[in-house]
Structure formats: C-alpha cells, structure tokens
T-cell receptor, first 108, second 112 residues
C-alpha cells in the first residue's frame, strides 16, 4: 500500500542552523514526490517536486530510492521558513498521498 | 482570477443534516481534487475530476458523500446525514497537470 511517513511532528531550530525534514514513502512503482508548505494563515502551496531537481527558497530534496526517502534540506534556516511542511506522493497520475506534516519552527 | 475559491468558509450543522460545499477552480484548470483534513493530519484524498468526469474516488468515501462537477467548471461536495466524525477541513485544489495543485482556503465543517 502507498504510504508517506513524516516522523517528526515538530522541528525547532535556531536561525542560521541547518534543517532537515524527513519523509519516507512506501510505493511499489516509480515514485513522484513533492513537498508542499503552508505558512501561517495561508493556503497550502507547492514548494518543490523531485522531477524538477530545483532549489526553491534555498530548499532542496533528493529522492533516495534505496532508502525510500525524500528528505527536505536547507543549509541555513531563516525565520520566514517557519511553517507546516507536507511530503506528498503522486500515485497513478491522479491521487496524492500526503504525510501528516512537520511543523518547522525557526527561532531567532 | 484570484485563485481557487471555496464557499462557505465555515459551516456548523447538526448531526443528521445535509451539507453542500462549493469549489470554484482557477479558470481553464481541467483537474479538480477534493481532500479532507483533520487536526494533526495531512490532506486525505477524497476524489478527482478531469473536466466533468469523476475519475477517482477514495474507498474511504462512504455513500453519504457525493461530488459533482457539471460542465467541468465549479464542483460541489455534498455530505448527507452528517456525523460528528465528518467534522474536518474540506479542501479543494485545481491544476492543469498532475504536478502542481493550487489549493483553496478550505471549508471548515463542524458537526454538533
């Protein structure tokens, strides 16, 4: 069965510290993975997707098929990065499975 | 076009009543999704439309739930005989392709 696991409910780091938000998936096919972000009082929005291999707002994520992971990383966290982050798996071109989310709190 | 809109934003209803939510997607987005989100969880897929055709429906969706997208434009999600367990945020999203969904603000349903 398809599943997305985000083991951390809350991650607190200081400004300027590196941050890694963990995401593990379970899927028998070729995965397509995404990170969505929700800032306070804003809508859920796409942050990045693995197929584009791009860096958005300093964030990157590498798909590791051997470890079935798609961790989100940023070398130097900023206060404006504080938000809820959701990892998502696209299944069968039409269905998305979302993880339960990690709240990132960047302290000054 | 200011993005995906959903109405109402909040709905309080008594158990057993029917409720209907509306989603207006971004113009020319042919794909439309409905999700349910409960506290502490991520969005849970409910159903998917491509134009007016409902192509996917979650097995978690009971017979009390029905969705339509007439003419491939706006969509409605109806819940019949609401139960307290239906209390959640209902999210709508639209997209041009499979990859980037644009989410609405959601409709928060409270069943008393």
């Amino acid at each position: 069965a398809q599943r997305v696991t985000q083991p951390e409910k809350l991650l607190s780091v200081f400004k300027g510290a590196p941050v890694e938000l963990k995401c593990n998936y379970s899927y028998s096919g070729s995965p397509e993975l995404f990170w969505y972000v929700q800032y306070s009082r804003q809508r859920l929005q796409l942050l990045l997707r693995h197929i584009s291999r791009e860096s958005i707002k300093g964030f990157t994520a590498d798909l590791n098929k051997g470890e079935t992971s798609f961790h989100l990383k940023k070398p130097f966290a900023q206060e404006e990065d504080s938000a809820m982050y959701y990892c998502a798996l696209l299944y069968n071109f039409n269905k998305f499975y979302f993880g339960s989310g990690t709240k990132l709190n960047v302290k000054p | 076009d200011t993005g995906v809109s959903q109405n109402p934003r909040h709905k309080i209803t008594k158990r057993g009543q029917n409720v209907t939510f509306r989603c207006d997607p971004i113009s020319e987005h042919n794909r439309l999704y409905w999700y349910r989100q409960t506290l502490g969880q991520g969005p849970e897929f409910l159903t998917y439309f491509q134009n007016e055709a409902q192509l996917e429906k979650s097995r978690l969706l009971s017979d009390r739930f029905s969705a339509e997208r007439p003419k491939g434009s706006f969509s409605t999600l109806e819940i019949q005989r609401t139960e307290q367990g239906d209390s959640a945020m209902y999210l709508c999203a639209s997209s041009v392709d499979s990859y980037e969904q644009y989410f609405g603000p959601g409709t928060r349903l409270t069943v008393t």
